[in-house]
């Protein structure tokens, strides 16, 4: 079935870039989406790749595809501590186009 | 916008109680979703609905869940009765056209 899976946890210092990874198992998702949840707020769009994209760059985040391998990968460039926060990968759903599957999340952690 | 609206932020029950969560969409948007969180399981969709209508609900886990969505701006999620399991962090979002979906803030429920 469709899953979506992410390491747990990353520490990173303050300044330096972050990369979060993710991969999904359905090749057919047309959307990949990333969103940030700061603890106890709600889900926040942070940006979106459209399937036949390679790369996308937004400020500080760049997202990466490699359709290939389903392996999607969000850079924060210029780690800082307000970027601590859950970060969860999700990809659509072929079979529900407007359906979401959600990986468990990454927790960024930034020291000084 | 005033982005989604949920109601109340915090609830605590006693269990066999009935639970009900509000949700208001972003104005304009046509697709409306409900999710739980827990530590355990993730993010898991329960319900979502187009146009007031219920497309799939397959991921409401028994028949103590209800949703309803009366009309365009607003939509319920009831448990009754409410049991300690349910105890989790339940989220509305919207989008429009079934395409980005945006969260609200979660109504963290505790029944104890």
């Known amino acids: 079935g469709e899953d979506v899976e992410q390491s747990l946890f990353l520490s990173v210092r303050e300044g330096d870039s972050s990369v979060i990874n993710c991969t999904y198992t359905?090749?057919?998702?047309?959307?990949l989406y990333w969103y940030k949840q700061e603890p106890g707020a709600g889900l926040q769009l942070l940006t979106y790749?459209?399937?036949?994209?390679d790369m996308k760059q937004d400020q500080r985040l760049t997202v990466l595809l490699n359709k290939k391998d389903k392996h999607l990968s969000l850079r924060i460039a210029d780690t800082q501590t307000g970027d601590s926060a859950i970060y969860f990968c999700?990809?659509?759903?072929?079979?529900?186009?407007?359906?979401?599957?959600f990986g468990a999340g990454t927790r960024l952690a930034v020291h000084p | 916008d005033a982005g989604v609206i949920q109601s109340p932020r915090h609830e605590v029950t006693e269990m066999g109680q009935e639970v009900t969560l509000r949700c208001k969409p972003i104005?304009?948007?046509?697709?409306l979703f409900w999710y739980r969180q827990t530590m355990m399981r993730g993010l898991e969709l329960l319900i979502y609905?187009?146009?007031?209508?219920?497309?799939?609900d397959s991921g409401m886990p028994e028949d103590r869940f209800s949703a309803k969505m009366p009309n365009a701006s607003f939509s319920t999620l009831k448990i009754q009765p409410s049991e300690p399991r349910d105890s989790a962090v339940y989220f509305c979002?919207?989008?429009?056209?079934?395409?980005?979906?945006?969260f609200g803030p979660g109504t963290r429920l505790l029944v104890l």
């Open positions: 979002a919207s989008s429009f056209g079934g395409d980005t979906q945006y």
């Open positions: 359905d090749s057919s998702s047309t959307y």
């Open positions: 790749i459209f399937s036949n994209m």
């Open positions: 999700a990809e659509t759903f072929s079979g529900g186009y407007n359906k979401l599957i």
């Open positions: 104005s304009g948007h046509d697709y």
């Open positions: 609905f187009n146009n007031n209508v219920p497309i799939d």
